[in-house]
């Protein structure tokens, strides 16, 4: 259940955490500044910086529409918020994919203007580097390019005429169209210019990286619009299960062994106010004293929170709830009580099985 992006620092109650693929790009930089200079890791960090405020104006929109925001995770192309959309429409969605780019707009200007005034050195470099990081920042986010927020723009307008599933697909061919030029580009400019060849290796990596990156997320958002589509029908009660202990957030771990053998289930689910929490996995003996202040230990210790979502809801929703809150298992109530909880697991299982089931009924038909 741990994020494989290591959290940096918390901003308003959301936790801020770097992508690897962003750490990659820093060594790949420090690396390379042994031949060139310092100059590209600088360009690096000051764009950490343009996109940590880019990717914050979406969270700060989002919240203030009172829409949960868990995290943001930064990337080397405009980060991604990772935000509760359970049930949010697509002019929220239009309104929150625009807030970023608009924020690197304001700030490119703003940027632009100080240059001007500003007198020659490394201050004005500085402020330079930011005016044209921040404008490109802008300009990659909003063209139609999957999953950047030009994408998710795009298919909030299409999905005016369209269904999410229509406007994913029509998006994500507009995206990987963008993403065969700009490689063809890149190619072309590379082999044009008379840079020094390292610089040339420099260019096709960070550029044939991103085009990797890009479109790896574009066919994320396909599978997950197919998934949705494909088991809209499906509510989650019809496939929660109902084999888990209920136990107080006080229990000694001790005394669940005997329900744990009866009951033929690890799975402990307990309930602290309105938040749900599963046990996780128990510690060593060898890391206590004794095994009995294992035993005599509150379960509350050892388990972590979980999200919820009613019995009633899409299936996809859990898969939702999962990806966003990045946990294995996802409690599910009925009429406020916990009704039973569905794994990660079961579910995608199930998913790959029904989905095969209907692309071969609708080629049959077909």
């Keep these: 259940m741990a994020s494989n992006s290591p959290r940096l620092f918390k901003v308003a109650g959301i936790n801020i955490q770097l992508h690897w693929t962003f750490i990659l790009l820093l060594l790949f930089a420090l690396i390379y500044s042994v031949f060139i200079g310092i100059l590209l890791f600088v360009v690096l960090v000051l764009l950490f910086l343009c996109v940590f405020l880019h990717e914050l104006s979406h969270s700060i929109t989002a919240k203030h529409n009172k829409i949960p925001v868990q995290k943001i995770i930064l990337y080397p192309l405009g980060g991604g918020s990772v935000i509760d959309m359970d049930n949010i429409s697509p002019q929220m969605e239009l309104k929150i994919s625009l807030a970023g780019p608009v924020s690197s707009f304001l700030m490119a200007f703003v940027f632009g203007m100080l240059v001007i005034f500003i007198p ?45 599933l229509k406007a994913t697909i029509k998006t994500v061919k507009v995206s990987n169209f963008i993403t065969v030029a700009f490689i063809l580009f890149t190619i072309v400019f590379v082999g044009m ?137 996802v409690a599910v109530t009925k009429k406020g009580s916990l009704a039973g909880f569905i794994s990660r697991q079961h579910l995608e299982s199930f998913i790959a099985l029904h989905m095969s089931k209907s692309k071969s009924s609708y080629a049959q038909k077909a």
């Design 193 to 329: 210019e008379s840079y020094s060849l390292i610089y040339k290796e420099i260019v096709i990596f960070f550029e044939v990286f991103i085009a990797i990156f890009l479109y790896g997320g574009a066919q994320a958002e396909l599978q997950s619009a197919y998934i949705k589509e494909y088991t809209s029908d499906i509510s989650a009660f019809k496939l929660m299960d109902k084999n888990y202990i209920y136990a107080d957030k006080e229990t000694p771990v001790g005394e669940l062994y005997y329900k744990i053998m009866k009951k033929h289930t690890t799975t402990v689910i307990s309930k602290d106010g309105s938040n749900y929490y599963v046990l996780s996995r128990l510690p060593l003996s060898s890391s206590y004293k004794t095994t009995d202040s294992i035993l005599s230990t509150p379960i509350s210790r050892f388990s972590v929170q979980i999200p919820a979502i009613a019995s009633d809801s899409k299936l996809y929703t859990a898969m939702e709830k999962m990806q966003t809150y990045e946990t294995n298992i």
């Design 120 to 164: 020659g050195g490394i201050v004005k470099y500085i402020v330079q580097l930011l005016f044209v990081l921040n404008l490109l920042l802008a300009v990659s986010n909003i063209l139609p390019w999957f999953p950047l927020d030009g994408g998710r723009v795009l298919r909030s307008y299409l999905q005016k005429k369209n269904s999410f």
